[in-house]
C-alpha cells in the first residue's frame, strides 16, 4: 500500500523559510513525476511545483524564484524549499506523486503552511 507522508509546514512570518518533506513508502518511485499542489480556504488546488523522474522541474508563476523542489530517490522523498514566504502562501500543501505509464496516482494529507503579515 503506497503512503506518502507530509512534514515540515507551521506558522512563520512573512519573508521567512520553510521546507516541506514528503515521504512515500509501498513503492519505487524513482520514475514517477512528484508534485506539490497548494489549496487555499475558499480556492481550488492548484499545483505549485513538480520534478519529474529525469529531474526536470517546473514552477507556476507565483512561485518561481521562490521555491525550489527536489527530490531523493534513495528515500524516496521530494522535498519544497520555501523561501521569502508571503501570506498569499497561506494553504494546505499536498504532496502528489504520479504516472502516467503506471497509470498510478498518490496523494498525501497535507500540511498546513501559515504565512503571517
Known amino acids: 500500500q503506497v503512503q506518502l507522508v507530509e512534514s515540515g509546514g507551521g506558522l512563520v512570518q512573512a519573508g521567512g523559510s520553510l521546507r516541506l518533506s514528503c515521504a512515500a513508502s509501498?513503492?519505487?518511485?524513482?520514475?514517477?513525476?512528484m508534485a506539490w499542489h497548494r489549496q487555499a480556504p475558499g480556492k481550488q488546488r492548484d499545483q505549485v511545483a513538480l520534478i519529474t523522474g529525469t529531474g526536470n522541474t517546473n514552477y507556476a508563476d507565483s512561485v518561481k524564484g521562490r521555491f525550489t523542489i527536489s527530490r531523493d530517490n534513495a528515500k524516496n522523498t521530494v522535498y519544497l524549499q520555501m523561501n521569502s514566504l508571503k501570506p498569499e502562501d497561506t494553504a494546505v500543501y499536498y504532496c502528489n506523486v504520479r504516472s502516467t505509464i503506471f497509470r498510478e496516482d498518490y496523494w498525501g494529507q497535507g500540511t498546513q503552511v501559515t504565512v503571517s503579515s
Open positions: 509501498g513503492g519505487a518511485f524513482s520514475l514517477y513525476t
